[in-house]
């Protein structure tokens, strides 16, 4: 078992930007005379919010009025749709392609409503998983496709930007418990480029998550949540599943199902969990409760298996899937890689 593990653990997916692309599955609309501009977003290297930000800068507008469908990696190359209040002129859009080739514009039409959280099918990645042994790698080679179920837990993205520490859901518990000085302190420990701005709030710490966008206040208090969620679909295989392998994965523990059968019979005494969930409306952070599958299904295609140039003696190989909206795919490759094992 501890083999198994280690197997899956050294295996590297975000080496670099290039290794996982990720691009937005949106719903279908005729664009027309309204008034929300579209653009496609190409980014790489930038958080969604940090995106939004520097764009709601450049055309001077509130960045709470520039909106999108869903969060995407920073370390990763992504394509998304946002909308927008105002319109960039050629000039302006030329500037601001030409301002950084790790963020780009594409204007797509007009829209009635703008764009909201959660209001797309889903996202196509094409990952390419290094470091990949032997053992593994002939698996791969007599798999062309490969169709399961797999847990659908939260990954590890919603608890913390990468190469920081993953705090973000105990941020979330010390803003329910009106702790914000706690909240801050975590923030600040994570050194970002932004850290001497959180040190002018040391003495009102309230006031900083007052001032910030509150789709990223949403996003801590649902991160919080979203842990809790996770704890319980464990709990709850512990009380239902069989064979199984544990991981803990920056501090974030998971633990993954071998056997179909298994799977089946966790997913039909448990295909839901109830999950809390924050939104922003008018300015104001919404609660809600709804609920979210314990599994999904997803054809993985496998191609290009080739020796990995980065970690020599060892293989890489590219994996493409989608998924639906919400649903991580740091988590489906370890349990693909376990499955087959």
Not at 307 to 333: K, M, N, W
Request: proline share 3%; with cysteine; aromatic share 12%.
């Amino acid at each position: 078992m501890q083999k198994i593990t280690n197997d899956i653990m050294n295996i590297v997916l975000k080496k670099q930007n290039d290794d996982f692309c990720v691009n937005e599955i949106p719903i279908p609309q005729i664009y027309c005379e309204g008034q929300f501009y579209v653009y496609s977003l190409y980014k790489s290297g930038f958080t969604t919010n940090q995106a939004i930000k520097i764009i709601a800068d450049f055309i001077n507008c509130s960045v709470m009025e520039n909106k999108y469908s869903g969060l995407k990696d920073e370390d990763g190359i992504t394509t998304q749709l946002i909308s927008l209040p105002v319109k960039f002129n050629n000039l302006q859009l030329s500037e601001f392609n030409s301002s950084d080739i790790n963020l780009q514009l594409t204007y797509r039409g007009n829209i009635k409503e703008e764009l909201s959280i959660g209001n797309l099918l889903g996202n196509a990645f094409r990952v390419t998983a290094r470091n990949i042994n032997n053992h593994l790698i002939r698996k791969l080679k007599i798999i062309h496709n490969y169709k399961s179920l797999y847990l659908n837990y939260y990954g590890i993205q919603r608890f913390g930007i990468p190469n920081r520490e993953k705090t973000t859901h105990l941020i979330g518990k010390h803003i329910l418990d009106n702790n914000y000085e706690a909240a801050l302190e975590l923030l600040i420990e994570q050194n970002t480029p932004d850290v001497e701005n959180l040190f002018t709030f040391k003495n009102q710490p309230k006031d900083y998550f007052v001032s910030i966008d509150q789709r990223q206040t949403a996003f801590y208090l649902s991160s919080y949540y979203s842990y809790q969620w996770n704890d319980k679909l464990i709990q709850n295989i512990y009380n239902y599943g069989g064979d199984n392998i544990k991981l803990v994965v920056e501090a974030i523990p998971f633990t993954f199902i071998k056997d179909q059968a298994d799977k089946l019979r966790v997913y039909s005494l448990m295909n839901k969990q109830d999950i809390v969930r924050y939104r922003v409306q008018e300015d104001e952070l919404i609660k809600s409760q709804s609920n979210r599958t314990t599994f999904i299904h997803v054809k993985i295609i496998i191609s290009n298996i080739r020796d990995d140039e980065l970690y020599p003696g060892q293989y890489c190989a590219d994996l493409c899937f989608s998924l639906p909206s919400g649903s991580y795919a740091t988590v489906v490759i370890p349990q693909f890689f376990y499955e087959i094992y």
